[in-house]
Structure formats: structure tokens, C-alpha cells
Nanobody, 120 residues
């Protein structure tokens, strides 16, 4: 499974941005997908996750109510809608996918990351 993010950029505080993650390869083996971010000088942290069918989502407290994760399995794409952006949301955002490589083993795939900068 290969992942590619897009949609990052520079945005003013309070504005919105949508990130996309396109999956290729053995996409039918993908289970949970998620977004993580890493700010300068900090560890990578979870932003949000979504189940294979999209019915279960999970958000970090810092983005709950502002960000929305979704996925379109028919298009092999996951999104992160980010509203009311704050300077502290500035980070490199990474797409993550957990996928099955056998009936009992899963591995993770990561995208290359896309930079989001929130600044006036």
C-alpha cells in the first residue's frame, strides 16, 4: 500500500483547509486509516482515525469539533477537513493506513507528509 497526501499550504488563522490522502496498491487490505501530525521540535501525534467502513471515527482533544475525517473507499481516498485553524495546528500532516498482509498480521504504511502552516 502506498499513500500520498496533498492539500497542505499556508492559511490564515480561522480559515479552513482540506487535506487528501490517496491510496494505491493492495487497497482492499486496508483497515483503519488516520491522520497524524508532527510540529517542529515535537513528537508525531495522532490527529484522527477512521474505521474501514467509515462508521467509527476518533479525534484528539485538540482538534475535536474543528476537524472532520472521512474516507471514500470507492475512490481510495481519505480526507481531513480542517476548520477554525489555529497557529498551533502548524505541522507536517501524515496519512497512515493499517492493512492486512495475512489473515493475522497487519502492517502500517505512511505517506510522505504535507506541510500545513497557519499564520497571519
Amino acid at each position: 500500500v502506498q499513500l500520498a497526501e496533498s492539500g497542505g499550504g499556508l492559511v490564515q488563522p480561522g480559515r479552513s483547509l482540506r487535506l487528501s490522502c490517496s491510496a494505491s496498491g493492495n487497497i482492499f487490505s486496508i483497515n483503519i486509516m488516520g491522520w497524524y501530525r508532527q510540529a517542529p521540535g515535537k513528537q508525531r501525534e495522532l490527529v484522527a482515525t477512521i474505521s474501514s467502513g467509515g462508521g467509527r471515527v476518533n479525534y484528539s482533544d485538540s482538534v475535536k469539533g474543528r476537524f472532520t475525517i472521512s474516507r471514500k473507499n470507492g475512490e481510495n481516498t481519505m480526507y481531513l477537513q480542517m476548520n477554525s485553524l489555529k497557529p498551533e495546528d502548524t505541522a507536517v500532516y501524515y496519512c497512515n493506513a493499517v492493512y492486512w498482509v495475512s489473515s493475522y498480521e497487519t502492517v502500517e504504511a505512511w505517506g510522505q507528509g504535507t506541510l500545513v502552516t497557519v499564520s497571519s
